[in-house]
């Protein structure tokens, strides 16, 4: 348990950095006369990934589940590529990437790094790891209900993604 908590750590110190690039970006797109879209949905992303984080080590603890290392090294992998690829999401975007939806009017779509195979890979990372962060140690129920929940406010999410694009390169 002690293990998946520092793991559980690694990941909200992550968390917080990609919040400290996120805050610099927004003041940068805002400068440039960037605007936000679907503020409305936005904390409720916010609670989901706060719920993973604590439901996640809370379900460990308070249901006794156990490491099971046939699934839970697997998981630990899915986790690890899917921070690589959000970081790879990040530094790819630059500037304009952020955890709230700003676009910039007049800068082109980024077509470069996992942006050429895939529409959206930042949320390809975000499904992977809330799959995978719970299931290191076989707290199922959380990857469950997360995965759901999830499920939805992505839909809100690049919904409001795509038209906030589109509004702009028209």
Not at 91 to 104: D, I, K, P
Request: glycine share 8%; with cysteine; aromatic share 10%.
């Amino acid at each position: 348990m002690s293990a998946y908590l520092v793991l559980i750590g690694l990941v909200v110190m992550e968390r917080l950095a990609e919040l400290v690039v996120a805050r610099r970006n927004l003041a940068w797109a805002r400068s440039r006369g960037g605007v936000e879209h679907g503020r409305g949905h936005y904390p409720w992303i916010v609670a989901a990934h706060v719920g993973l984080l604590v439901a996640a080590p809370a379900e460990v603890w308070l249901f006794g589940r156990p490491f099971v290392p046939a699934l839970g090294w697997p998981m630990l992998a899915v986790v690890l590529l899917a921070q690589a690829l959000r970081w790879w999401c990040i530094a790819t975007l630059g500037r304009q990437w952020n955890t709230r939806v700003v676009v910039v009017p007049g800068l082109p779509l980024v077509g470069g790094g996992p942006y050429r195979w895939v529409r959206h890979p930042n949320y390809v990372a975000v499904v992977a790891e809330g799959v995978a962060l719970p299931l290191v140690h076989t707290a199922w129920l959380t990857a469950l209900v997360f995965t759901a929940v999830n499920a939805v406010l992505l839909t809100i999410r690049i919904t409001s993604e795509d038209r906030a694009l589109a509004s702009c390169s028209s």
